[in-house]
């Protein structure tokens, strides 16, 4: 074991505070990575806050890492020294089941999460990316391009693949009609990577201040939700929707937006459930309400390689990490476009 130091939540009621604690040794298929920046995710503050009710603490959140490596183990392949890499929301799976073969880790049964999940090494919690050094099994360590800014590459870590992967499985493209359901730290995404599949991008807000925002990152007209005639004038015209708001609202309004076969798909977890929707509006129509994960390990290389070829990365304001609980705060209000990235620089005054 080697010593780290991060910033960690005691428990659901205490705010996140400098914490020691120690990561495994290198095995022979590990990565020791320095990490320089790790993205803020809405998730981290349902865990850190035990909102989701499966957090165990102390907790150290934070799954949208980038850095450098340190060091790596005796049987590691494609990593060097000094690289530039990327780990998400995962950092181990069994590997063996139908959707690990598949290529979609996310959804193993046993998956081992990058924070709050069992390390199948050590029988101790994971500690996440709000830290100043990690050590992750090869395969789920991912490549980055050096042409892209690493701060703003490191939401694309959980926001980015999250909203990538649905657009790629609902295989998007050019001339497509795409809905994006909420400009923050995933919508703000969606509407640059459905932009860039070619698609008509059509933002949903109800901030009417957001327009000219969503225009600049890529969306072809902007509606205000909570207008009753801009909602009508898109009815039965959506080919997909992806709805990236996780508070729980009513989901008809955007049903009746769908074609005949069209999706609407949730990405965004509410800590309480979505109204039931009007089952007539999907029979009638054979309209489908679906919802979607990150994305496996193959996936999310090729999503940081598409954003390396179209130069995409986030919309970012970086913090130094004694910000982070004020920060919170911000994301709870929308106060930031459009996600908050640690400069794990700051951890020093911590050491």
């Known amino acids: 074991m080697y010593k780290a130091i991060g910033y960690a939540a005691q428990s659901h009621q205490t705010p996140l505070e400098p914490f020691h604690f120690e990561r495994r040794e290198l095995l022979p298929d590990d990565v020791q990575i320095d990490i320089l920046f790790c993205g803020v995710c809405h998730s981290d503050i349902h865990q850190a806050r035990n909102e989701w009710g499966s957090s165990t603490f102390p907790i150290v959140p934070g799954h949208e890492i980038v850095g450098k490596v340190t060091q790596v183990g005796s049987a590691v392949q494609g990593f060097a020294i000094g690289d530039s890499v990327g780990v998400g929301c995962m950092v181990d799976a069994c590997r063996q089941c139908p959707d690990c073969q598949d290529h979609l880790e ?11 999940s069992p390390d199948k090494h050590t029988g101790n919690s994971t500690y996440g990316g709000y830290s100043n050094s990690i050590v992750v099994d090869q395969h789920f360590v991912l490549k980055i391009s050096n042409t892209l800014d690493l701060a703003a590459t490191a939401p694309l870590l959980c926001a980015g693949i999250t909203t990538y992967s ?10 497509d009609k795409v809905g994006v359901v909420g400009l923050g730290g995933l919508g703000h995404m969606a509407v640059k990577f459905a932009h860039a599949l070619g698609a008509h991008v059509v933002l949903f807000t109800t901030s009417p201040d957001k327009i000219d925002d969503a225009k600049r990152l890529g969306a072809n007209e902007v509606v205000i939700s909570k207008h009753p005639e801009e909602m009508n004038a898109h009815l039965a015209s959506f080919d997909f929707i992806l709805n990236t708001v996780a508070a729980p609202h009513n989901l008809d309004a955007y049903t009746a937006l769908l074609k005949r076969d069209g999706t609407l798909c949730l990405v965004g977890v509410p800590d309480q459930p979505h109204p039931s929707p009007a089952i007539g509006q999907l029979i009638f129509k054979r309209r489908s309400i679906a919802g979607s994960l990150i994305g496996g390990i193959k996936e999310t290389q090729e999503m940081l390689d598409f954003c390396a070829e179209h130069q995409i990365t986030s919309d970012i304001e970086i913090i130094p990490i004694q910000q982070i609980n004020a920060a919170y705060e911000r994301v709870l209000k929308s106060d930031v476009k459009y996600r908050f990235v640690i400069d794990m620089a700051s951890l020093a005054v911590e050491a």
Do not use: D, E, R, S
């Not at 649905?166 to 001339?175: D, E, R, S, V």
């Open 106 to 116: 996310q959804y193993c049964n046993h998956a081992v999460f990058t924070y709050n």
């Open 166 to 175: 649905p657009l790629m499985h609902w295989k998007i493209a050019a001339g």
